[in-house]
């Protein structure tokens, strides 16, 4: 019996991956993370491509040799063609297509939050349909209604910031380095998550709007700093806990009133806040207190990496959707 073997490419922000899914199950899934922009405080797009072009090959040997597949068994390749920083999109689209080509294999274009949710599908146990999944990124904060696993709708999203940027913002905001936000969780965990209040904003419908509580730390920290220079020091765990514990409850109250509202019973996590313990934790008491069967994917697939891209592929490929080599890739793309 023959095997189907998809190399999927991620090159959409400052990790450069690499996969082998065989069959709907993944082989390999090889991750370069980018230290270059840890200095300057977030990701600086231009060295982010140029780390992608010194990386791809490597990571792509590293994942073909892991998987134990030769160049030759590979039937299809996938890549991330949006969203993302469009000169990262470019070196992952233009690898794709010269490797496809060369093989002489259908190519296969994947939107990059369609394969956040479909990350559920890696391992076992997988959703059944239809179910919610909340998205939860550094860029992205969306309730995605799935119907099938190429059938699904953005039903909420943010108006304004995402709340990993919310959490990032409140990280630099604190003085911690960068990426804040798994700091912010880090502290959070030894802090008192009502010692400080914060607004929790609300929106018509699965609407989220995170604008509000950047602004109320970053006035609350200025207050406070007048009064106690060393407020921040004395206080990071507690000031750590109130704002997650105030992100993740604007995150649940939309989730708990898309699932009333749907019927709906079967709700994921997905995107690289899923990573965090608390909002974990809070999804899975939901579930024991709602009756919901929760799915949380491995924390290595909330992150960006290949393997979710070649899940989605996986789908696209027996579904037939492939894409020529005149595709482009897109910083900015409508997806459902």
């Known amino acids: 019996m023959s095997h189907t073997n998809i190399l999927a490419i991620e090159s959409s922000c400052d990790e450069t991956s690499a996969a082998i899914v065989q069959d709907g199950k993944v082989l390999s899934n090889v991750i370069a993370t980018q230290k270059v922009h840890e200095q300057y405080g977030g990701v600086v797009p231009e060295m982010a491509s140029r780390a992608h072009m010194q990386n791809i090959v490597p990571v792509v040997d590293v994942a073909l040799q892991n998987a134990g597949v030769g160049k030759t068994d590979i ?34 274009a994947v939107h990059h939050m369609q394969a956040h949710v479909l990350a559920h599908f890696i391992d076992d146990p997988k959703p059944e349909f239809p179910f919610l999944c909340l998205t939860v990124s550094g860029g992205h904060t969306q309730i995605v ?44 965990a030894q802090g008192n998550p009502k010692r400080f209040v914060f607004p929790v904003s609300d929106m018509d419908g699965y609407a989220f709007t995170f604008s509000g509580i950047k602004t109320a730390v970053l006035y609350f920290l200025q207050k406070e700093k007048k009064l106690d220079a060393a407020f921040v020091e004395n206080n990071l765990a507690d000031i750590c806990a109130s704002v997650q514990h105030t992100i993740i409850k604007m995150l649940m109250k939309k989730l708990k009133q898309a699932a009333d509202d749907l019927g709906i019973r079967h709700i994921g996590i997905a995107g690289g806040v899923s990573a965090n313990s608390g909002l974990r934790k809070a999804l899975t008491e939901a579930g024991e207190q709602y009756g919901w069967q929760v799915y949380i994917p491995k924390f290595e697939y909330c992150t960006d990496n290949a393997a979710m891209i070649g899940i989605t592929a996986h789908y696209k490929y027996l ?5 020529d080599l005149s595709i482009s890739p897109t910083p900015r793309a409508a997806w459902t």
């Open 75 to 108: 039937q299809a390749v996938a890549f991330t063609q949006a969203p993302g920083l469009i000169g990262s999109l470019l070196v992952g689209a233009c690898f794709a297509k010269s490797y496809a080509q060369a093989l002489n294999v259908p190519l296969i």
């Open 319 to 323: 579904a037939g959707q492939f894409t």
């Open 145 to 188: 209604l799935c119907r099938s696993h190429l059938d699904m709708e953005v039903i909420g999203e943010t108006m304004d910031d995402a709340a990993g940027e919310a959490f990032d913002k409140t990280a630099k905001m604190l003085g911690l380095p960068y990426p804040g936000g798994p700091l912010i969780d880090k502290y959070a």
